[in-house]
Structure formats: C-alpha cells, structure tokens
C-alpha cells in the first residue's frame, strides 16, 4: 500500500496519507455521480480551506446531476453546486483562455484518511484541488468515531466505514486496512 499513498504533514491539519485519484472528467464525473446519487445522505461535503469549513448536508437526493463545458452540476432542487472537472472551452463569444481553463479544471483527486499522534486514522474523506493547488471541494466520509448526528461514538462503530471500504476497493482496487479499525478518540482537536 505504500507504493499508492504517501503521508503529508498538513499545517494545521496534521499527518494525512493521500491516495491519489485519476483526473480525467470520465472517472470523476462516475465517482461524484455515484457518490451524489447513492450516498447523498451518508456524506458531508463543501469546501474545507484555512479559516472555513462548510460542512453541507444534503436534505434530499439530488433532482439532476449533469455535466456541461467542463462543470459538474449537482442540483437538489433548492439550490446546486458546480464543480469543473472536465474541458472549460467556454461560448463562441466568450471562449476561455486556456491558462484559465486549466486554472478552473481538477487537477488533483485524492482519497485521504487523516492520522493522529498514535498513527490511527481520525477522519476519511475525498478531497479536490484545481490547477493552482486551490481547494474546490472537499467530500466527509462517514466516521466511526462519530455518530450519524456527529457526536462522539463510544465505542467507535466501524460498520460507518463501509463507503470509504467500498470506494478503496472501488478507486483503487485496495481490500479493507485493519489500520482503520485501530481508530479510537474524538476525530477533531489535533
């Protein structure tokens, strides 16, 4: 496994083991649809950047998940988001400039699980950088150590660890890590 992950010391953050992901539209646009149609309502998701977090959750199923000159739209009727993951070429009046396109475009998907002291996972998640290394989204996975209503969960319930298990296997043909099982604590405060 250490061949696909490597370990990055985050300021603020901590130690995170990253899992790359590919890039091109085609898997992403898979992956973010069948994680927005099928686990809507197991996620927390928005953008998670020095000084914010918005942590979203979604109140029901998507209406509409569509891709168009690049942008993944994921609309729930209420309100949607955009997220580019593909070719930006922009309107025959208004094309966009490549530097900007390739600014705008995810080129950076990972799967991470973030590390405490003990070297044992705290959180899982996804998370996207556009062509600058700016964060675009960043998707929380279902935590053992925390129940569905986000307080502590005692003893952790590992059961919550079934879409990160599954998107492992999925994304990167990885079987279940017993590591992860080792969890244990509160996942937030360092």
Known sequence: MSALSRVADEPGTGKIEIFPLPTDAD???GLLTRLFEAHWLEIVFGPCVQGAVFEIVAERAPKKI????????????????????GENKG??????????A????????ELYRSLGADGAPRSWGLRFYNG??????????????LTPE??????????????????????LGLAPDPLDRAAKGFPCGG
């Open 102 to 109: 390739a600014h705008r475009r995810t080129a950076r998907a």
């Open 27 to 29: 898997f992403l646009h």
């Open 132 to 145: 600058a290394g700016e964060q675009q989204m960043t998707v929380f996975l279902p935590n053992p150590l």
């Open 150 to 171: 986000m307080k502590p969960a005692r003893p952790p319930d590992f059961s919550r660890l079934a879409l990160w298990d599954k998107l492992r296997a999925d994304c």
């Open 91 to 100: 309107g025959p009046r208004n094309p966009t400039p490549a530097d900007l």
């Open 66 to 85: 569509g891709l168009f000159d690049g942008y993944l739209t994921v609309d729930f009727g209420s309100w949607h988001f955009h997220l580019c993951i």
